[in-house]
């Protein structure tokens, strides 16, 4: 069974300042990851996937995340916070032979300070 | 292009009512699903369809059945409402080749209260 775990449900960060939210995982298989971020009384949106390319994947809005499989770890950061960049994010895990089943983390929910 | 499309965008219903909550994609994907999102709780997969007839059931099943005749349709029902219902609902379709496209697209979800 695939499982997302991540650290910390709330994170307050100054704008400028660095963006980190945690994501650990557990997979049996190689993972497919995810980040998604949802806006107030929106849908999901894709921030960014890791499907065993490169370990350093690039996403929108200048979020990056890097896939370290012995750490079991998919960490988010944005070098530097806008006061758009507040939402809650959610980490997800997939996997090829179970390409039908998401399985999401419980989400960190990201604020910025002026 | 529309992408995922669900309606309605609220309801309220009373204990024991029953509903549909529907769901379509104009983007041919095989893949559908329905979560629920409940505050700490992340989002929670109900049920999924990996191909018109087949369905199955996810993490929390109970109280719901869903049905896919077509590709582009996934409702979900409701059989018997209850309180522990309440919830936002989103539900998904991704690409089914298992590749690199495995991401899903959200609708922009159903907010049920359960009275």
């Known amino acids: 069974a695939q499982s997302v775990t991540q650290l910390g449900s709330h994170v307050s960060v100054s704008e400028g300042a660095l963006v980190l939210l945690r994501c650990n995982y557990s997979s049996s298989v190689p993972p497919y990851l995810f980040w998604y971020v949802q806006y107030p009384n929106q849908g999901l949106q894709l921030l960014l996937k890791?499907?065993?390319?490169?370990?350093l994947v690039k996403g929108i809005n200048g979020f990056e995340a890097e896939f370290k499989k012995s750490e079991t770890s998919f960490h988010l950061t944005k070098p530097s916070a806008h006061m758009s960049d507040a939402a809650e994010y959610f980490c997800a895990v997939t996997s090829y032979s179970s390409a039908s089943k998401i399985i999401f983390g419980s989400g960190t929910r990201l604020s910025i300070r002026p | 292009n529309a992408g995922v499309t669900q309606t309605p965008k609220f309801q309220v219903l009373k204990t024991g009512q029953s509903m549909t909550l529907q769901c379509a994609q104009d983007m041919n994907h095989e893949y559908m699903s329905w979560y629920r999102q409940d505050p700490g709780m992340g989002l929670r997969l109900i049920h999924y369809s990996v191909g018109a007839g087949i369905t199955d059931q996810g993490e929390v099943p109970n109280g719901y059945n869903v049905s896919r005749s077509t590709t582009e349709d996934f409702p979900l029902r409701l059989l018997s409402a209850a309180p522990s219902q309440t919830s936002v609902y989103f539900c998904?379709?991704?690409?089914?080749?298992?590749?690199?496209?495995?991401?899903?697209?959200f609708g922009q979800g159903t907010r049920l209260t359960v009275v």
């Open positions: 998904a379709s991704s690409y089914g080749t298992g590749g690199g496209n495995t991401e899903a697209f």
């Open positions: 890791y499907t065993s390319a490169a370990t």
